[in-house]
Structure formats: C-alpha cells, structure tokens
C-alpha cells in the first residue's frame, strides 16, 4: 500500500515538475505546441516499450477500445497544448491550479449527461471553486495581476480537457491493457499536435543543446508518470489518490517561486487554497458514493 501510494505521489510530482520544465522550454523561444508534441511523442515510446513487455490482454482488436483511447488522445492532447499555452501567458503555479479543476468539469459533464445526479452540495462545491478562481486569477484586475484571459481560458480549458481523458480512459479500461489504452492514446496526440507545429522548430530540436530538457519533460511528464500513477491506482483508494494528486499543484507553485521568480499575493494564495481542498473534497465524496 505504502509503494502504491508513493507511485500516486511521485506522478503528481512529475507532473508538477514538468510544468516548470515546458515554461523553461517557451522563456528560451520553443512553441507551446512543439514542447506539447515532444512532451507526448516520449511518453508514447515509453508505453510502447511498456506494451511490448506487457502484451497480453491488450484488447487491441476490439473497436470500442480505439475510440474512447482515441477520445482520451484528443483529450490529452488538448490538456498538454492549453496547459503550455496558459504557462506562456500567466504562470506555472496559475496554469497548474486551473487545470487541477477537472473534477469540477467531471461533474458537470456528469451532470449533463445524466451519469451523476446534481445535489445541492455538489452545486455549493462547483461555486467555491469559481469564486477561488476568481480570487486566483484576478479576474476583476487581469491586468494589473500579471495575468490574461488567455492564460485564464487556457488553463481551464486544460482542466476540461483533462476531464475528456478522464471519460475516456474509463470507458476504454473495460476492454483492453491500460498500456495499450494509453498507447493509442499517446499516438492520437502525436498526430494531433504535430500537424500545427512549426516542422522546422520540432526537427530542431533534435540538433538543439536543450533536447535533454525536452527528454526529461517527455520522461517525467508523460511516459514515467502515467505508468506510475496507473500501477498506483491499483492499490490506492481514489479518495487517498485525489488527495496525493495535490502534489502536482503544490509543486508547480514552488517550481515557480523558487526557479522561474514567480509569485503570489495573500488573495491569490486563498483563492488557490479554496480551490485544491474543494476539488479534493469533491473527488473523496464521489469516490465514497462509487464504493457504496
């Protein structure tokens, strides 16, 4: 339990680490899109070695699997792009929190396509979460804070996006590997974000002195962490694991503070707090209900 539990914990570490790697990568000129692409296109060799270790029971004839894989490609695909994209135009500790929002996306998504059933509660919850966005990002003086309504949007759209993984991934569990799962979805991501990518800048960076950066974003965020965090899952209650999954947000924020300069006011620093314990409380509650 104490392995499985560290697994979760070290996913969301790099996941955080990998946000303050991707804002590195754009400060010194590289495209949101081409650090997205190579941040997939690793973590896809790295699942392809995990598949051919791993084969049986991949599912990989069956149709249902391929789609929602793909669904859960496009939603990783959006999740990396917008993440990168919301780091360029606000902050690592910013970007991170927002898309730590997911579950709130989940539920609405839920909500609406009557999977889950709304409670006042649940409603109180989605509202405290919007004002902590709102205390967060500033929204009453963007400007003034540093921030955009690009890197607002985007950031939440990462969350979004995140939630289109999330349904995805659970609905393709049932007929194949996870490996494979995440083979397919990996590849779907690759062809997604290299088709907009500048193809000169994406070859580059092959010859480019910082591709070491780019192979540990590939490593910590997308090929180590998901094999982590999946073999963690296992064995972790998913109150326990979306209590963990507070890692990746923390260390973000410290990422910045303490390498990128970043900072944050007293306002900023509640409406961040009131976001991380209310989503957390939102997964613990929904994972209780799952169990009963």
């Given amino acids: 339990m104490g392995i499985s539990t560290a697994f979760v914990a070290l996913a969301a570490f790099f996941w955080g680490v990998s946000g303050g790697i991707g804002s590195i990568l754009m400060d010194s000129g590289w495209a949101p899109s081409v650090v997205s692409f190579y941040r997939g296109f690793v973590g896809l060799l790295f699942v392809l070695v995990w598949l051919l270790i791993r084969p049986r029971s991949s599912g990989l004839s069956n149709r249902k699997l391929w789609l929602w894989a793909a669904i859960a490609g496009l939603g990783v695909a959006g999740n990396f792009s917008f993440y990168f994209i919301s780091i360029e135009h606000g902050s690592v500790a910013v970007a991170a929190t927002l ?20 409670t006042v509660s649940k409603w109180a919850a989605i509202a405290l979460v919007m ?8 929204l009453h003086e963007v400007g003034a804070s540093g921030l955009s309504l690009i890197g607002i949007g985007t950031g939440l759209l990462a969350g979004l996006s995140y939630a289109v993984f999330i349904f995805g991934f659970k609905y393709a569990a049932p007929h194949g590997s996870p490996q494979a799962i995440l083979s397919i979805a990996f590849a779907v991501l690759s ?10 800048q994406t070859v580059s960076v092959l010859g480019s002195p910082q591709w070491p950066l780019f192979l540990t974003l ?6 180590l962490s998901f094999v982590f965090y999946i073999i963690g899952l296992k064995h972790t209650a ?4 979306s209590m963990i999954a507070m890692v990746e947000p923390v260390t973000a924020t410290l990422f910045g503070f303490l390498l990128l300069d970043g900072s944050l006011d007293v306002i900023q620093m509640i409406g961040m707090g009131l976001i991380l314990i209310t989503v957390t409380t939102l997964s613990v509650i929904s994972s209780k209900a799952s169990k009963s």
């Fill in 238 to 241: 998913p109150a326990l694991a």
């Fill in 191 to 200: 062809i997604v974000l290299i088709l907009p990518s500048d193809i000169d």
């Fill in 131 to 138: 004002v902590g966005i709102v205390l967060l990002t500033k």
């Fill in 218 to 223: 590939g490593v910590l965020g997308a090929g």
């Fill in 99 to 118: 898309m730590y929002c997911a579950p709130v996306f989940v539920y609405l998504i839920s909500f609406a396509l009557k999977l889950e059933r709304p």
